[in-house]
């Protein structure tokens, strides 16, 4: 159920990706604002979007068990 969310964290470095490809190539292309700390190309991303997963990972899970310890809802 969760499986598209592993998706995300390996996206997190398209940006730096195309960023270094774009160099590569000659191109003069901005540094993304906010994405690398201190600016540094070789620095990993920032990436925020784990704490948001992981806490909407760990919400559905409640709402799980939940539902679990309730029983079933269908006959009602």
Known sequence: ML???E???RDADAL???YLRDRA???KTA???NYLPNDLPKSPPLVR???AERLFANWL???MQCAERAGDW???
Do not use: C, D, F
Request: net charge positive; hydrophobic share 45%.
């Open 16 to 18: 730096k990706l195309e």
């Open 74 to 76: 269908s006959a009602a």
């Open 61 to 63: 899970t409640i709402l």
């Open 7 to 9: 998706t995300a964290s």
């Open 25 to 27: 190539r000659g191109v």
């Open 31 to 33: 540094l993304p604002v």
């Open 49 to 51: 979007r784990r704490a």
């Open 3 to 5: 499986e598209g969310l």
